[in-house]
């Protein structure tokens, strides 16, 4: 397991995105298996990447088709809970998957086709991985889709909610490039349906519309999807850090960095800015456990100075000299690789023991000062927290993603600049209570000038719909702002029974 340093180093020095944890065992792609309370694999299944949810359904459902996926969902009809959840990956981030006593948990992760089609757009089935959609798509045809970084993360999860990741500065959300969906559903008279919806057919755009972003879990099964014109991977990506020692740093210097940071990616927000190419984050950690506070930067394109132009920005509005990571013996600070060997690298993984929570939040701006202090309170002044370790990884945000409307897809998110995830661990259930309790005063707090939530206004734009929280009240607007109302008349469309549903799901009206 990592230690916490080297979590938060490992923010600063290669813009890794954490949260990735390992994959489950996946079923061979042959048949459905399915798995009762009586069959020694199913204690195997009862758990996501979260310890703190467990599932207890009827069955599990292991598909390898959409046949299987199909049936399974007529099988969960007829439980007497009718409850019925879809896991791919395994990493959603609240008890969306795992709340089914009873019912049926259709698992997908058995859906493994990737390929070209004989039209051009490539087919990537719901049960891939991140890592399986990297690796094939490169290897076999020379593209790639801005993806995560966690190998383990599931697609079907992962691009219903809009797939972002360190790409889409440069290449826009993975999204953007979604054409059709393979969909299991269930209509107005109680039959399931299986069937694809594209782009080429009118009728279908609203329906494709709403899984560009709308979240997993809504509206049916996704078990493929449908790419066009996905881009050809750059052929090399340059990295580098810049830190500052926490024993030199007071409250002035800290206000300076998050300032800095914030500012800059307001000046080269608008596409088509110079910067484009270039992803950057900040970790904050808290004090006690983090040996410095840095940001990272890689870029992709013709002018890897450009991260040096970053480097210059921040130094230049802090006024303590910061340490570039220099590999030794190196003349630069800037590490250049192969494209597919920095993905590979930065794949992730860690336990499946942390009790985890998460909160979400988009900025139009830098951070305000009031909030500056806030951040510096929590996580500075205030030593002593309840959770193992703790983390809020800015990653910026803008480029390429805001070329598109926030109408243009369901995923409305298109004038930011800036994303933050929050992120607690910790060990033992009698933890949670104080730990999720911490975190949701820290973020009340945070977020008072809004009533307690990044309410989308001037200076916030809402939450991220695959972070989601619980805890949150105006999530529809949090998550989807203006595009809610359709949403919801695509769920009268697709699933007017509300057969799939969870605690944050779009309603049917």
Not at 173 to 201: F, I
Request: net charge neutral; glycine share 12%; aromatic share 12%.
């Amino acid at each position: 397991m990592p230690t916490r340093r080297d979590v938060l180093q490992a923010l600063a020095a290669s813009a890794l995105l954490p949260g990735c944890l390992p994959a489950r065992p996946r079923p061979k792609a042959s048949s459905t298996v399915v798995i009762t309370p009586g069959d020694p694999r199913y204690a195997g299944l009862v758990r996501g990447n979260n310890p703190r949810f467990e599932a207890s359904p009827g069955a599990f459902h292991l598909c390898a088709d959409a046949e299987g996926v199909a049936h399974a969902v007529e099988a969960g009809l007829r439980t007497a809970s009718r409850k019925i959840t879809v896991r791919s990956g395994g990493h959603c981030y609240e008890n969306f998957v795992c709340d089914n006593q009873g019912g049926v948990l259709i698992d997908v992760s058995g859906l493994k086709t990737i390929r070209r089609e004989t039209d051009g757009t490539y087919r990537v089935d719901a049960g891939c991985t991140i890592g399986d959609a990297y690796t094939q798509l490169y290897s076999n045809y020379n593209v790639f889709l801005p993806l995560g970084t966690c190998f383990s993360v599931g697609l079907g999860g992962h691009i219903t909610g809009g797939g972002f990741g360190v790409w889409s500065r440069p290449y826009g959300l993975s999204v953007d490039y979604l054409h059709a969906v393979e969909l299991v559903h269930v209509d107005e008279r109680g039959q399931v349906v299986a069937r694809k919806y594209s782009l080429d057919t009118p009728a279908d755009r609203e329906v494709v519309w709403a899984h560009q972003g709308g979240g997993g879990g809504n509206f049916g099964i996704v078990t493929s999807f449908w790419f066009k014109a996905p881009p050809a991977p750059p052929a090399t990506v340059h990295q580098a850090g810049l830190s500052w020692d926490w024993a030199a740093v007071t409250r002035r210097h800290y206000g300076q960095i998050l300032r800095a940071f914030g500012d800059f990616l307001d000046e080269h927000n608008q596409p088509g800015s110079p910067f484009d190419g270039l992803y950057t984050s900040l970790g904050l950690g808290h004090r006690p456990e983090a040996g410095s506070i840095g940001v990272g930067a890689l870029y992709v394109g013709d002018e890897p100075e450009r991260i040096d132009a970053f480097f210059d920005y921040m130094r230049a509005r802090v006024d303590l000299p910061g340490d570039c990571h220099r590999p030794a013996g190196a003349a630069s600070c800037i590490a250049t690789a192969p494209w597919f060997q920095v993905v590979t690298s930065q794949a992730g993984g860690t336990n499946r023991e942390d009790r985890l929570k998460y909160k979400s939040a988009y900025y139009k701006q830098t951070f305000p000062d009031r909030q500056i202090d806030v951040l510096y309170r929590y996580l500075v002044e205030q030593p002593a927290f309840p959770a193992d370790w703790f983390t809020i990884i800015v990653g910026s945000y803008g480029g390429a993603v805001n070329r598109r409307a926030s109408s243009e897809t369901a995923a409305s998110q298109r004038e930011a600049i800036m994303k933050l995830q929050f992120i607690a661990g910790w060990r033992g259930p009698a933890r949670d209570e104080a730990c999720i309790q911490w975190l949701g005063n820290f973020y009340r707090e945070l977020y008072a000038d809004a009533g307690g939530e990044p309410t989308p206004n001037e200076v916030y734009d809402g939450c991220y719909v695959n972070y989601p929280d619980v805890d949150l009240e105006d999530w529809p607007r949090l998550y989807y702002k203006d595009n809610y109302p359709a949403l919801t008349r695509v769920k009268r469309r697709l699933d007017p029974l509300d057969v799939f549903h969870h605690a944050q799901s779009v309603r049917v009206g």
